[in-house]
């Protein structure tokens, strides 16, 4: 079975600074990783994912994350957040050619000015 | 292009009362996922269906159970409803089931379930 491991359940930070949000996963088959962001009374919105190749993957609003498959890490990070980016985040992960996603409990990040 | 459907958007029960949740997939998605989202938690998988039928299923009890139209439209229906089924209840749609997970989820923006 597969389980993620989000480790803060907040993280505050003031605007421009950099973060980093914090995925653990774990299982024994290989797996696709998913960063997916919810505001608030909205559903889910894919913001980046890993299947294959570059262990660096990046998403059009300045986050990036990296596979690490030595410490089954898939940490969210952003040089410089703002305001706009408070949001939940979630970390998913699912088996190779299933359509079953496994979620963390989220992360919420919340921008002061 | 029209995303994903979900109706309605709130919706108070009492409890032991039935509940039927409707989607309606993203245009030219064909496979439907229901997942539901307690207040503080992560999303949890309750099934998938794929060809009117159910694919794959989560740990829910059978009190939960679900329908695919020949659109690909879809019912997640809750019998004899309980306090704790009270979530955001969101379905997904994608394309292709069984093949890669690279076209994607597309979540609608869920429907609020109280259950008082």
């Known amino acids: 079975a597969q389980s993620v491991t989000q480790l803060d359940s907040q993280v505050p930070v003031f605007e421009e600074a950099p973060v980093e949000l914090r995925c653990n996963y774990s299982s024994s088959v290989s797996v696709y990783l998913f960063w997916y962001v919810q505001y608030p009374n909205q559903g889910l919105q894919l913001l980046l994912k890993?299947?294959?190749?570059?262990?660096l993957v990046e998403s059009i609003n300045g986050f990036e994350a990296e596979f690490n498959k030595s410490q089954t890490s898939f940490h969210l990070r952003k040089p410089s957040v703002h305001i706009s980016d408070t949001a939940e985040y979630f970390c998913?992960?699912?088996?190779?050619?299933?359509?079953?996603?496994?979620f963390g409990t989220g992360t919420r990040l919340q921008v002061f000015p | 292009d029209a995303g994903v459907t979900q109706s309605p958007t709130h919706l108070i029960k009492t409890r032991g009362q039935q509940v039927t949740l409707r989607c309606s997939p993203k245009s030219g998605h064909d496979t439907v996922s229901w997942y539901q989202q307690a207040l503080g938690q992560g999303p949890q998988f309750i099934f998938q269906?794929?060809?009117?039928?159910?694919?794959q299923r989560g740990n829910f009890p059978d009190r939960f159970s679900g329908h695919q139209f020949p659109n690909y439209s879809s019912e997640l229906n809750v019998n004899a409803l309980l306090l704790g089924d009270s979530a955001l209840y969101l379905c997904?749609?994608?394309?292709?089931?069984?093949?890669?997970?690279?076209?994607?989820?597309?979540f609608g923006s869920g429907t609020r379930l109280t259950v008082v």
């Open positions: 269906y794929y060809e009117e039928e159910e694919r």
């Open positions: 997904a749609s994608s394309a292709n089931a069984g093949g890669p997970l690279g076209s994607g989820y597309t």
């Open positions: 890993y299947l294959s190749g570059s262990t």
């Open positions: 998913a992960v699912s088996r190779i050619n299933t359509d079953k996603l496994i």
